[in-house]
């Protein structure tokens, strides 16, 4: 799609060179009047049309593509950088967030170990084995 159509599409003047939040806001007024499911069954497939063709000329315009060029559906470039957005706020207390995690997994062995050890005595204290290899 070309960028001119796709302004067109959303509103804006071939000549206008909108911002992404600009783009945003007139990609979804523009979802609300066709969306598919707010038509009835018999025009729904020109609505489903309507919309393909927005949400496309929304990554056109999104994709940062340069005038005249031929942008796929769909296709957005993406660069990575490298660096996290957040500053990595949280990455630091990861043994901290583990630390009730082990306690309740450890907790559990132990108490289902004692358990079984209290089982397997009892056991053995009712019925005697008299096979002289087993304890």
Same mark, same amino acid.
């Given at each position: 799609?070309?960028?001119? !159509? ?8 071939? $000549?206008? +060179?909108?911002? #992404?939040?600009?783009?945003?806001? =007139? ?10 499911? +707010?038509?009835?069954? /018999? @025009?729904?497939? $020109?609505? !489903? ?6 949400? !496309? #000329?929304?990554?056109? *315009? ?7 060029? /031929? ?21 630091? %207390?990861? =043994? *901290?967030?583990? *630390?009730?995690? @082990? ?6 062995? =132990? @108490?289902?170990?004692? $358990? ?8 053995? =204290?009712?019925?005697?084995?008299? %096979?002289?290899? @087993?304890?």
């Amino acid at each position: 799609m070309l960028m001119d !159509e796709a302004k067109v599409l959303l509103g804006f003047p071939t $000549n206008s +060179c909108p911002t #992404a939040s600009q783009v945003k806001d =007139a990609y979804r007024r523009k979802v609300w009047d066709t969306h598919p499911d +707010c038509f009835p069954v /018999h @025009l729904k497939p $020109n609505a !489903e049309l309507k919309f393909k063709m927005i949400s !496309e #000329a929304y990554t056109c *315009l999104l994709s940062g593509a340069r005038q005249g060029q /031929h942008v796929g559906v769909g296709y957005s470039r993406v660069v990575r950088s490298g660096v996290p957005r957040g500053g990595g706020g949280g990455r630091r %207390n990861h =043994a *901290l967030i583990g *630390l009730p995690f @082990l306690c309740i997994i450890l907790g559990t062995a =132990a @108490l289902g170990g004692t $358990n079984v050890a209290r089982s397997y005595r009892k056991q053995r =204290a009712d019925y005697p084995s008299h %096979n002289p290899f @087993l304890p």
